[in-house]
């Protein structure tokens, strides 16, 4: 996976970093959460996402359901 240095929120990009460096060792199709079904092919679909759209200013509003820990 590239790397996320030249995405427009460093915070993000330094936490997809992170997030890269973990997922890209794991197996192929891997279940990491069972309960959910959260797989390593979700997690790279996810990074790769955020890596097209890296560069893109965050948003007025996210489109993304906000959490409990938001």
């Known amino acids: 996976m590239a790397a996320f240095d030249d995405s427009a929120d ?10 890269a460096s973990w997922v890209e060792p794991l197996p192929a199709g891997i279940v990491i959460d069972p309960a959910s079904g959260l797989s390593e092919a ?29």
């Open 10 to 19: 460093p915070a993000l990009g330094a936490a997809c970093n992170r997030l």
């Open 42 to 70: 979700d997690l790279a679909l996810i990074l790769r996402h955020l890596h097209a759209t890296r560069r893109q200013g965050a948003p007025g509003r996210s489109s993304v359901p906000l959490t409990a820990r938001d």
